[in-house]
């Protein structure tokens, strides 16, 4: 039995793509859109998958950088560090495929008795590359500079009080405890940060 997406979801979501300039591709009749946004710094791209049921959507936003599933540590080391992530998220949540690697986050939107506006799809694309570029550092710390997950908490750590105040330290860490790799990855995080505020290419 196919399902009929109403217009104010899968039409709603393709028409604010095509205003915004977007490339996607889009299957209407499994509910199914793809495209990708360009992002600054050390995360080059996103690519985005939206599943749109009756009457919700789920955006998933993927990282274009998998775990190794033969570097059972690393595994390890990333499933610690993404439950630490997903601790305190408002909206969606990190989600982690052990047998794959794959590094996704989600964005559920329920439309029931709702209008979907232009407002609510871009958070739906918005937030998770926000999301993204607030972890990426761990993420990229485990899998290039093999820290581990209490390393890479002090990386994310670092740099979100670094954004919100270059004065303040975490309470947790201190320059002290952490490896001399993981300050010269931090330093090179900072500096490319400094470079341009902006994220999302659009």
């Not at 889009?26 to 791209?45: D, P, Q, T, W």
């Not at 990282?63 to 499933?79: F, H, T, W």
Request: proline fraction near 2%.
């Amino acid at each position: 039995m196919s399902i009929c997406y109403p217009a104010n979801l899968f039409g709603k979501f393709t028409e604010y793509l095509k205003d915004e300039k977007y490339r996607f591709i889009s299957n209407e009749k499994e509910g199914v859109i793809f495209f990708g946004i360009a992002m600054r710094g050390n995360l080059a791209n996103i690519q985005y998958q939206i599943l749109v049921e009756e009457k919700s959507f789920v955006s998933y936003a993927i990282c274009p950088i998998y775990g190794d599933v033969r570097n059972r540590k690393q595994m390890a080391e990333l499933s610690s560090y993404l439950h630490f992530a997903n601790h305190g998220l408002l909206q969606g949540n990190f989600e982690f495929d052990l047998k794959g690697g794959e590094i996704r986050f989600k964005y559920f939107v329920n439309c029931a008795g709702m209008v979907l506006t232009d407002e609510v799809i871009e958070n739906s694309v918005r937030i998770p590359a926000e999301i993204f570029s607030r972890f990426i550092g761990g993420i990229f710390g485990i899998i290039f500079y093999h820290m581990d997950a209490a390393e890479a908490i002090a990386l994310s750590n670092s740099e979100n009080c670094t954004a919100e105040n270059e004065n303040h330290k975490t309470d947790s860490y201190d320059d002290d405890t952490i490896p001399p790799v993981f300050l010269d990855f931090l330093k090179h995080l900072h500096d490319e940060k400094d470079k341009d505020d902006s994220d999302i290419i659009k």
